[in-house]
């Protein structure tokens, strides 16, 4: 079982990008999914998470710019990030609970970068 993001790059302040990332293997369901980033030399925070159910929280700095929102049948969770600052440049990482045969997985993606230039 494992998370596979793309998505992230290259984009100018004001700018969008959209995060997406996928749980692939033996899947009986996904509990929270969350993005998270982090800078180098720093510890990992919360941008956004969201229910099984759908329901969405938002770190106070992405409130109203980021979206979070997934696709259960497809075991997709996606992170619409819109009016992009330069200090939203981060590498950012998918997270998800995945329950497979017998035990449940905290699952992270491998990271994927984002820049915003000024």
Same mark, same amino acid.
């Given at each position: 079982v494992q998370l596979q993001a793309s998505g992230g790059g290259l984009v100018q302040a004001g700018g969008s990008l959209r995060l997406t990332c996928a749980a692939s293997g033996t899947i009986? !369901?996904? !509990?929270?999914?969350? *993005?998270y980033r982090r800078a180098p030399g720093k510890q990992r925070e919360l941008v #956004? =998470?969201? @229910? @099984? $159910? $759908?329901?969405?929280?938002? #770190?106070? @700095? =992405? %409130?109203g710019r980021f979206?979070? @929102?997934?696709?259960? #049948? %497809?075991?997709?969770v996606y992170l619409q990030m819109n009016s992009l600052k330069p200090e939203d440049t981060f590498v950012y990482y998918c997270y998800a609970k995945v329950w497979g045969p017998g035990r /449940?997985?905290?699952? *992270? /993606?491998q990271g994927t970068q984002v820049t915003v230039s000024s």
């Open positions: 009986f !369901s996904i !509990s929270d999914m969350a *993005w #956004a =998470v969201i @229910s @099984s $159910g $759908g329901t969405p929280n938002y #770190a106070d @700095s =992405v %409130k979206t979070i @929102s997934r696709d259960n #049948a %497809k075991n997709t /449940g997985y905290d699952l *992270w /993606g």
